[in-house]
């Protein structure tokens, strides 16, 4: 389970834009969560989109509507399950979330205004279905390559 969140200011992401990141921010994750493009994984992924009105966000220490047309601020929040996430690996997510939003935008490159935060729920503290949910019983799915599913195994200890 993966949720990403896009928090941005109130019509700074159009409709075909939240369309295509919606794809290409679920496989900026899912790819070096399990190893591999594998689509069938898409559906543990959640993509979130917060708008807030320009006077409800800040950047520098102003609010944006002060700050004036073309002031762009944006968090992006990814929150995963427990796993093989070394700081190589979160940083393969970070700059492939930042590409993934770039492109979208039509920009040539992430905007230095744009913040990726990162976050691993720890094993047994994520639950859905009525019940907890572990990773390790996602290992054998066959969206994980072998390689990625020992290194989860690895990093849990299992």
Not at 130 to 153: I, N, P
Request: proline share 5%; aromatic share 6%; glycine share 10%.
């Amino acid at each position: 389970m993966t949720v990403i969140t896009v928090n941005s200011s109130k019509g700074r992401l159009s409709p075909e834009q939240r369309r295509r990141l919606a794809e290409t921010l679920t496989d900026a994750v899912l790819v070096p969560e399990v190893g591999q493009f594998a689509p069938a994984a898409r559906v543990g992924f959640k993509v979130h989109f917060t708008e807030r009105e320009p006077d409800m966000m800040t950047i520098g220490g102003r609010l944006l509507a002060d700050v004036g047309p073309g002031a762009d601020a944006m968090v992006i929040d990814v929150t995963v399950m427990d796993g093989d996430w070394r700081k190589e690996v979160r940083a393969e997510v970070i700059e492939r979330v930042l590409a993934a939003m770039a492109e979208a935008c039509g920009m040539p490159e992430p905007s230095p205004a744009w913040w990726v935060t990162f976050r691993v729920i720890d094993e047994g503290s994520w639950g859905s279905r009525g019940g907890v949910l572990s990773v390790l019983s996602l290992l054998d799915s066959g969206v994980f390559t072998g390689e990625k599913a020992e290194a989860v195994r690895a990093a849990l200890g299992a």
